[in-house]
């Protein structure tokens, strides 16, 4: 089984950094996309930053040199470092695992990021 357990949200003022973190407590895949999403009240669910196996990074233009995507492979953990957050990112967050081996998609729960004075 795969499990993504995420953490690190919260309210944070504008300005503001987070670090969100996903670990995936099941199932380990050596060919796979993990990452982020978000979607905001009455907007669609979008790509915020993806990391694959072979270390290829894509980020979504709104937060382009603002969130840094990281992994720990020892702790088959992803990071999502948010600096310089802005009201318009407030959204859920859902940590995202492809895996190869089975072609398989998995979603954490969510968890809520409020950008807010």
């Known amino acids: 089984q795969v499990q993504l357990v995420e953490s690190g949200g919260g309210l944070v003022q504008p300005g503001g950094s987070l670090r969100l973190s996903c670990a995936n407590s099941?199932?380990?895949?050596?060919?796979?996309?993990m990452g982020w999403y978000r979607q905001a009240p009455g907007k669609e669910r979008e790509l915020v930053a993806t990391i694959t196996s072979d270390g290829s990074i894509n980020y979504a233009d709104s937060v382009k040199g603002r969130f840094t995507i990281s992994r720990d492979n020892a702790k088959n953990t992803v990071y999502l470092q948010m600096n310089g957050l802005k009201p318009d990112d407030t959204a859920v967050y859902y940590c995202?695992?492809?895996?190869?081996?089975?072609?398989?998609?998995?979603w954490g729960q969510g968890t809520q990021v409020t950008v807010s004075s």
């Open positions: 995202y695992l492809y895996g190869e081996m089975y072609r398989s998609h998995y």
């Open positions: 099941g199932m380990i895949f050596s060919i796979y996309v």
